[in-house]
Each structure stands twice: as structure tokens, then as C-alpha cells.
């Protein structure tokens, strides 16, 4: 891994580093975007957007929340990939503005127009990607190209739901589909890396004899699994083969889970979260074939065990994490986070729940939202004051 190297920079530091603004919109989003939504559903407010109150709440949990959460995660790995300058002060802030942009052009479509509105949002998107692809062709880092790949087909995905709403395609199931994949597809790769490796210096630390094993032919195989589960679920959700292969991914992600031994982790917060994250995609795909094999079984179910359980663990956990280290603070996830943690896995749990107790569903969807809101609250309340402030240390 390369050395990551700094500019001399003097400005605010909410833009010293790329994770500050974006972790920071990340989590302000997840918070007050849900609200917006549960409001909308609800019947009880309307924003003048072009997209329906499922579809906006869809759409702004993936590309306005889950998209902030990517920027801020690459725009900081990057740089310790590559060894080169990261993004800082007026370009970063550039970037920041557009993704803001995005989020109150998607909210007010209905009034400035939908051509308008999917341009400026497609646009954050397309910005991060030439940057990526820029640092990664400079750094000659072509080990994360793929990342580059994920990162455009989401931005197909974003530009086929505009589509829809514009009225230039009739259904835009498919691409809903795929935008969840290419995130999990992402936990998948990037989670492969990370948990085992923090695992591990987690368990060396205290002396373990048994650690994570390392990565090889198990960790493609599942990868590989989980790919190919992801393609038949958007293509052919109901086929019968998708329940196939949706449960041998479900089976190999939990296979490959217990390699990296998360059980020696429940004294840290900070280690265990990112299992339980990874545990959601096993989850998920297991719900994708029940649903499947039994239809009477609704997919909303696995879906938010893929959304809010595996992306919405896994981006709060990673996200926690990366704040701490990278501004100087000991990793340490303290009460308050590790409540975080908890709350938003118990959100995923109840939103499964909610179709399967329908007469109980408006009061679980209530309580659901709920412990979302409280989670990302709560990691508000802790990391504002990192992003927002210089390094602890140096």
C-alpha cells in the first residue's frame, strides 16, 4: 500500500480530507431524508418532486445517502492506494456542492423540470468517477479499476431511474435491482478486504492464536457466487434458478464470514459491527430465495435486509471507523456508537418484519424509522466534532 501524502492546507477542516464533508452529508442525510420520506408515505407532507414517495425515498437512500457514504470512503482510500494528493479545499468543496445540488434538484424536479433535475444529479456521480479513474490511471493502481466499473454502472442505474421518471423507459425494476447489487457487490469486494485485515490486527493485539485466514480461492469463489446471484436477481427475480443461486451465495457468504472468525470480536464494537454487516448480505440472499421458493413471501423483506441491514451496518460501521483513524482519535467505539450499531441493525430486523406482521405494519414501520433516525443521530452526535476539527494528533 502506498504512503498518502498531504498538501499544506489551512482552510476549514470539514474540507482537509475527503471523509469529513461527505461522512458528515452522509449521515445528516440518512437522518432527515427518512423523516421526509416516512412524512411522505404517510400522507402527511409533499415535496414538489417528479418522483412518487417510494421513489424518492429509494432513490435518495441509494444516490443521495449510500453515494455521499462511497465518496467519502474513496476519496480518503484512494489517496493510501495510490500514494498521490488527495482531493482538498476548493475542488473538494466543488464536488460537495454538487452532490448538494443533486439532492435539492431531484426534491424540487417537479418545478425546475426532470431533464434538468437528472442532469445536475447524475452529474455528482460522474464527477467522482473521473476523479477516481484520474488518481487510479496516475497511480497506475489498476488492482481497483473494478471499482471504477461498480461506480459506473451505479451511475447507470441513477440515470435508468430518471429515465422512468422522465417517461423515456416503463419500468425501471431492473435497474432499482442492479443499484442494490452494485452496493453489495461493493460491501462484498471492499468487505473482503478490510474485516479480515482489521480482524486480525484486532486479534494479534491480544495475543490470539487462531485469525482470520487469508484471502484465496474460497474468497473468489464467493465473490463469484455473489455476483452471479446479484445478475439472476435483477434479470429474473422470480425465477426459480435465482432462488438457487441466491441461496448457494446466501451459504458461501456465510461460509466465508466464519473464516475471518468474528465471534473472538465482541469486546470491540468497532471489529464486530463490520461482521454483522457482512452477516446482513448472507441475510439477504437467504430471504431472496425464500421468497422465491415460496411466493407467498414478499421480497421487501430481503430487501431491506440488504439495504438497511447490510449497506445501512456497513457504511455507519465503515464510516465510524475511518473518522477515528483518520483523524487521530483512538478506535474506540464508546457507548453511544456502539448503540448506533445496534439501533440500525434492529431498524433492518423490524422493516422485515413489517410486511410479514401486516397488521402491525404502520407501528413497526414507525418504530423502524425510528431506530434508524436514533442510529444515525447518535453517530452525528459523536463524529461531528472530528470533521469539524483538526487531528487529534499527528
Same mark, same amino acid.
Given at each position: ?12 477542516? /470539514? ?92 426534491? /424540487? ?286
Amino acid at each position: 500500500m502506498a504512503i498518502p501524502r498531504y498538501r499544506a492546507y489551512s482552510g476549514p477542516a /470539514i474540507l482537509a480530507q475527503g471523509f469529513r464533508p461527505f461522512f458528515f452529508l452522509a449521515g445528516f442525510w440518512a437522518l432527515v431524508a427518512l423523516c421526509l420520506s416516512i412524512e411522505m408515505i404517510l400522507g402527511r407532507i409533499s415535496l414538489p418532486t417528479a418522483f412518487d414517495a417510494i421513489s424518492w425515498h429509494y432513490h435518495e437512500m441509494l444516490f443521495g445517502y449510500v453515494a455521499a457514504a462511497i465518496a467519502g470512503f474513496l476519496l480518503t482510500a484512494i489517496p493510501n492506494w495510490t500514494g498521490r494528493m488527495p482531493l482538498q479545499g476548493g475542488p473538494l468543496a466543488v464536488l460537495v456542492g454538487i452532490w448538494i445540488a443533486g439532492r435539492v434538484a431531484v426534491s /424540487i424536479s417537479a418545478v425546475i423540470g426532470v431533464w434538468p433535475a437528472a442532469l445536475i444529479d447524475l452529474s455528482f456521480l460522474a464527477g467522482l468517477i473521473a476523479v477516481c479513474l484520474r488518481e487510479i490511471v496516475a497511480g497506475k493502481n489498476w488492482r481497483n479499476l473494478p471499482i471504477v466499473g461498480l461506480l459506473s454502472v451505479f451511475l447507470l442505474t441513477n440515470a435508468c431511474l430518471h429515465a422512468a421518471v422522465i417517461g423515456l423507459i416503463s419500468d425501471d425494476g431492473p435497474a432499482r435491482r442492479l443499484a442494490i447489487g452494485v452496493v453489495i457487490a461493493l460491501i462484498a469486494l471492499i468487505g473482503g478486504r478490510i474485516i479480515p485485515s482489521f480482524t486480525r490486527n484486532w486479534l494479534v493485539k491480544r495475543g490470539a492464536e487462531h485469525l482470520p485466514a487469508s484471502a484465496g480461492s474460497f474468497d473468489r469463489l464467493a465473490l463469484v457466487g455473489t455476483v452471479l446471484a446479484i445478475l439472476a436477481w435483477v434479470i429474473a427475480p422470480d425465477w426459480i434458478g435465482t432462488g438457487a443461486l441466491t441461496a448457494i451465495a446466501g451459504v458461501l457468504t456465510l461460509l466465508r464470514l466464519a473464516r475471518w472468525r468474528g465471534w473472538a470480536t465482541v469486546a470491540d464494537p468497532l471489529v464486530w459491527v463490520l461482521h454483522v454487516g457482512h452477516l446482513w448480505i448472507a441475510i439477504g440472499f437467504g430471504l431472496l430465495a425464500v421468497s422465491v421458493f415460496w411466493p407467498e413471501i414478499p421480497q421487501t423483506g430481503a430487501l431491506h435486509a440488504l439495504t438497511a441491514g447490510a449497506i445501512g451496518t456497513m457504511t455507519l460501521a465503515v464510516m465510524s471507523r475511518a473518522t477515528m483513524g483518520h483523524t487521530g482519535r483512538e478506535l474506540r467505539a464508546g457507548p453511544w456508537l456502539a448503540a448506533a450499531f445496534v439501533l440500525v441493525s434492529l431498524s433492518a430486523a423490524l422493516r422485515i418484519l413489517s410486511p410479514v406482521l401486516s397488521s402491525f405494519y404502520i407501528p413497526l414501520l414507525v418504530v423502524a424509522a425510528a431506530a434508524w433516525i436514533g442510529a444515525f443521530a447518535l453517530y452525528l452526535i459523536v463524529c461531528s466534532p472530528m470533521w469539524w476539527t483538526r487531528r487529534a494528533k499527528a
